[in-house]
């Protein structure tokens, strides 16, 4: 009955995406659920993609699901080993909250953090008294872990590199032979 509703659920969102959400599992182990979350606009997390896991356990939906994030985030509800503290999948859990309520309301976390429900502490600290700061490491984070470079990016970040060691390489050249033309005319004024 359960196996029969988890992959009923899936199904459904395989056929009817969530927006910003996509959703991948294998047919043969769905007590692990993974999802790739678009940062949503006007967050600090805009522009990355935050992959995360959902672990069933074997009396679900009895029993809460338990959330991670892989990517690493800066979130106050989110630990620095990636558990997702949210009520829905805590003290608010009802059987009847399907895999779509709980994807939704993570993203909505990314959108509404509840720094009063912290997990990292941190976070939620510099949330609640310099939201600028936060909101500046937030971003940070999500640049270095949640924004992969392009192979296009790399082959131009590449070529500009190249680019700038070359130029720095003929200007090192220049100094060296004006260099060279300075002592030879000390030296022949000297003859």
Not at 24 to 33: L, R
């Amino acid at each position: 009955m359960v196996l029969k509703r988890v992959m009923k659920e899936l199904a459904e969102l395989n056929k009817t995406p969530l927006d910003g959400i996509k959703i991948i599992f294998e047919e043969d182990n769905i007590s692990e659920i993974h999802a790739i979350i678009q940062g949503p606009e006007k967050t600090p997390y805009e522009g990355g993609n935050f992959t995360m896991k959902l672990v069933l356990s074997s009396d679900f939906p009895h029993s809460a699901p338990k959330g991670y994030f892989i990517t690493k985030i800066f979130h106050p509800n989110v630990s620095k080993t990636g558990e997702i503290c949210v009520n829905t999948i805590k003290r608010d859990w009802s059987p009847n909250l399907g895999i779509k309520h709980i994807f939704l309301v993570i993203k909505c976390l990314l959108i509404n953090p509840n720094p009063e429900s912290a997990l990292n502490e941190e976070a939620g600290k510099l949330i609640l008294e310099n939201y600028e700061e936060f909101s500046k490491y937030a971003k940070l984070m999500t640049q270095i872990h949640a924004i992969k470079k392009t192979d296009s990016n790399i082959q131009t970040n590449s070529k500009t590199n190249s680019k700038s060691k070359s130029k720095s390489k003929s200007n090192q050249i220049k100094k060296t032979n004006q260099k060279t033309n300075k002592n030879k005319k000390r030296n022949l004024k000297r003859l």
